[in-house]
């Protein structure tokens, strides 16, 4: 006995496509170019590799902090609170600190800590000319006025 329907299905053969034409219908109208986005609409995301800077400072106080980054972050912490190396300049600096004068801070630039391991401002190569800057920035965030992290340097 034969079962119905148990053979392979037949497949429609597909139809034909209609032949591509390159005429817009005229009661289709063309699309209108995009302008492009204004400005002041962009939007950047947040960078972690270069955060906005949270203070502005002055030509010497910037100065002062690149000096910091050049030469003394890299034992005194990126920050200035310190590391295993140097101890926290922000503690340091403190009226009750171990440097609590900026004539004194400028005395310890210059002449270096020889018996804990710090070298004189002349012996890293830093300039006598930017020790106020240095001292300004280091207070300023000693005392709680300057935030961490680069700031930005005023205009004029």
Known sequence: MAAIGCGPAKQAAP??????????PPSTPAPAPTPPPAATSVVQAADPY????HDTVDAVVY??????????SRCHGEDANGSSFGPSLLIALK??????TQDEFVNVLIHGRRDK???????MGLD?????????YLKGRSDG????????????
């Open 117 to 123: 391991g710090m070298p004189s401002a002349a012996t």
């Open 145 to 156: 006025v300057l935030r961490a992290g680069r700031p930005a340097r005023r205009s004029g």
């Open 63 to 72: 100065d002062g902090w690149k000096q910091y980054f050049l030469q003394c």
């Open 95 to 100: 009226p009750d600190g171990s440097v609590p």
């Open 128 to 136: 006598e000319s930017f020790l106020p800057g240095l001292y300004q």
């Open 50 to 53: 270069h955060p906005a800077p």
């Open 15 to 24: 139809e034909p496509e209609p032949a591509a034409s390159n005429q817009v």
